[in-house]
């Protein structure tokens, strides 16, 4: 870049001596000499001040270009997560008109938020996030929950481990249980009194197809802590912990076979065993074996679910109370009598004190309807009809999912 300068004086040293030699008849004065060089003195610095600016504008070029290259680059990341980060959610609200004396209620039942992440092809994130009842805190009716929070690795082809906090592979709606996945404006008591569902343990799960249309799933994870006096005495939906200061004394063990070979049909058995569900507070060990199996099968507009559960519970204490036996099961036809309107008919039997010799079993009928206002948005509507139990009920519902 200096080349032009030194050509340029040069240019002008030999102007000057040219102009000594032209003539001898021209005298040159010094101060002629002296205005020739202040000239070519001022041209070289003008030369130097274009040179200076020229760098100037090349120097901010490239760090506009460099700018530009960074905030692309930064855009690029944002969409590269955004592609990668995904939310979801459900929410359900009830009416529900109770006999027997006890109170109407509407309840804003839950709210829900999903959030995944996918770090790579193999590896991704899972959250759930929900608030029950609206409002939670002292003095409050709701609660936020954290069902689930855990990191899933494809380790082989058809094949994931799950680590963290994850809804147990058990029942029909305990891992798919959005509200326009179903009939009826509550969960069924089966599931929701026997399995219990929703429920959700810290540990590691294995899960992977053996054959097409044949899975499996494994899972050592945290167990129950049940109460061991009083009414609550081996309640096992009052023994979920939630993954809350969750005692683990004694850990879990969920095991489950499903086959979907069939379209339309799926047909699963679950099978779970913890060495004391009271652990260790109890006088004895509370060994507890789990096991539930079920069906779901459609065809048209046809569909017919149905599930059995079981519990068996040892030790003195648990049978002093009459709950070392519990058990439920029901069986639910329903049909699409339109695209968007379904009708369903529901028959329970469950019995949390299956093992003592009083009649405590209750029976539970349901009828009802759902509109589906689009694919994921439900109206509902119910009756149940419940003998040696809470009573009679007419329910509504709104749910929705995305």
Do not use: C
């Amino acid at each position: 870049m200096k080349r032009p300068l030194i050509t340029m004086s040069i240019v002008g040293l030999l102007a000057l001596f040219a102009g000594f030699a032209h003539s001898a008849e021209d005298e040159v004065t010094m101060a002629e000499i002296m205005i020739l060089l202040k000239a070519q003195q001022a041209e070289i610095e003008q030369l130097k001040q274009q040179l200076a600016n020229t760098n100037q504008k090349v120097e901010a070029t490239a760090g506009a270009v460099e700018t530009v290259a960074s905030t692309t680059e930064s855009y690029a990341k944002v969409a590269d997560w955004a592609d990668k980060t995904h939310l979801g959610g459900y929410g359900e609200l009830h009416y529900n008109d109770k006999e027997n004396g006890k109170t109407d209620e509407v309840d804003n039942h839950r709210f829900v938020v999903f959030v995944e992440h996918e770090f790579s092809d193999e590896v991704r994130f899972v959250s759930e996030v929900e608030l029950e009842h609206s409002i939670s805190g002292e003095g409050q009716n709701g609660e936020v929950e954290v069902e689930q929070a855990y990191i899933e690795w494809d380790f082989a082809k058809h094949h994931s481990a799950t680590f963290g906090q994850f809804l147990l592979p058990v029942g029909i709606i305990n891992e798919t249980h959005e509200p326009d996945s179903f009939y009826g404006v509550e969960r069924n008591p089966v599931e929701k009194n026997i399995i219990p569902a929703t429920w959700w343990e810290a540990g590691v799960k294995l899960h992977g197809e053996i054959a097409t249309g044949l899975s499996y799933d494994f899972a050592v994870h945290s167990g129950l802590e049940t109460d061991i006096n009083g009414s609550k005495a081996f309640d096992i939906r009052g023994g979920r912990e939630k993954v809350s200061k969750a005692s683990a004394e004694d850990f879990a063990y969920t095991g489950r076979i499903k086959y979907t070979g069939v379209a339309g049909l799926e047909l699963a058995l679950a099978v779970q065993y913890q060495e004391d569900i009271a652990q260790g507070l109890g006088a004895d060990e509370a060994n507890a074996l789990f096991w539930e199996s079920h069906f779901v099968y459609q065809t048209g507009d046809f569909a017919l679910r149905g599930l059995y559960a079981s519990w068996d519970i040892d030790g003195d204490e648990a049978e002093f109370f009459g709950r070392d036996e519990q058990d439920g099961w029901y069986i639910e036809p329903s049909y699409r009598l339109t695209p968007k309107l379904g009708f369903f008919a529901r028959y329970s039997e469950w019995d949390v004190e299956a093992g003592g010799s009083a009649d405590t079993e209750i029976e539970q009928i349901d009828l009802g309807l759902n509109y589906w206002l689009v694919e994921n948005v439900v109206f509902k509507m119910d009756w149940a009809d419940q003998s040696n139990g809470d009573g009679d009920s007419f329910n509504l519902g709104l749910g929705w999912s995305f």
